[in-house]
């Protein structure tokens, strides 16, 4: 699967950010190393701390139904317009339990056309 259609789905997972207290509304779109892709969103909660990022949502979705090896994740977030959305800490770190520092692409987006490609290793050096 092409990035741009990686995107897209990306994108419209974001349509079901349920994000109430910040208003940034963010999905993603995990591309397993079978073709098969799952989506997520950021799910907040009103306690605050509970709140699940997009890219865990999707990762947990796929672990969740035996997926284990990742080739891609496409990332898209803001509020009105999207900005140059890059994972937090704590996904990067689940990201990097399944995933390949080197050959794992994270995929920062604007736009289909507008986009940042990222490895892992260069997103969470020195990782644990
Ligand atoms: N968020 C994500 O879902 N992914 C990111 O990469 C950055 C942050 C969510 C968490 C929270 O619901 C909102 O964006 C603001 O931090």
């Not at 950021?42 to 997926?67: D, H, L, M, Q, W």
Request: negative net charge.
């Amino acid at each position: 699967m092409d990035f741009r259609k990686l995107i897209e789905r990306a994108l419209a997972a974001r349509e079901y950010s349920y994000s109430p207290y910040s208003h940034f509304r963010v999905g993603a779109a995990l591309l397993c190393q079978d073709g098969s892709v799952y989506t997520g969103c950021n799910i907040e909660n009103r306690a605050y701390g509970p709140t699940n990022c997009a890219e865990r949502t999707a990762f947990f979705k796929a672990v969740s139904e035996g997926k284990r090896e990742f080739a891609a994740i496409a990332i898209v977030g803001g509020e009105d317009e999207l900005v140059w959305c890059y994972p937090c800490g704590v996904c990067r770190q689940v990201m990097a339990e399944f995933c390949n520092g080197e050959e794992f692409k994270i995929i920062c987006a604007k736009s289909a056309d507008e986009y940042r490609i990222f490895s892992l290793n260069e997103l969470l050096p020195e990782m644990f």
